[in-house]
């Protein structure tokens, strides 16, 4: 069982920067792939970046490519979301998702999520 907790979330004009943090409870975080995902209002939870194990293969949704950088550091258990040149429409809770069991790292099956952390962009 891995217990992920986010922070980062905040309330940012578009053109802003954000970076999200998820904190992994586990001694092996680095046989998990880690994801980002997001949901906003209305509308269904979205697949948004992931990074393998080790950190040297990364995977991103279309409308974030170019704006958002995801990285782990294994050795304080977290992976972080940079997220740039920040839209209205990113606005969404954005969930922090983990995997032990081995896909490919398109794959949008996790088993473990956080709470979720708010991020609101204003126009």
């Known amino acids: 069982q891995v217990q992920l907790v986010e922070s980062g979330g905040g309330l940012v004009q578009a053109g802003g920067s954000l970076r999200l943090s998820c904190a992994a409870s586990t001694r092996t975080f680095s046989t998990y792939t880690m994801g980002w995902f997001r949901q906003a209002p209305g509308k269904e939870r979205e697949f948004v970046a992931a990074?393998?194990?080790?950190?040297?293969?990364?995977y991103y949704a279309d409308p974030v490519k170019g704006r958002f950088t995801i990285s782990r550091d294994n050795a304080k258990n977290t992976v972080y979301l940079q997220m740039n040149s920040l839209k209205p429409e990113d606005t969404a809770v954005y969930y922090c998702a983990a995997r032990n069991t081995i896909r490919g790292l398109t794959s949008t099956r996790y088993d473990y999520w956080g709470q979720g952390t708010q991020v609101t962009v204003s126009s």
């Open positions: 990074i393998s194990r080790s950190g040297g293969n990364t």
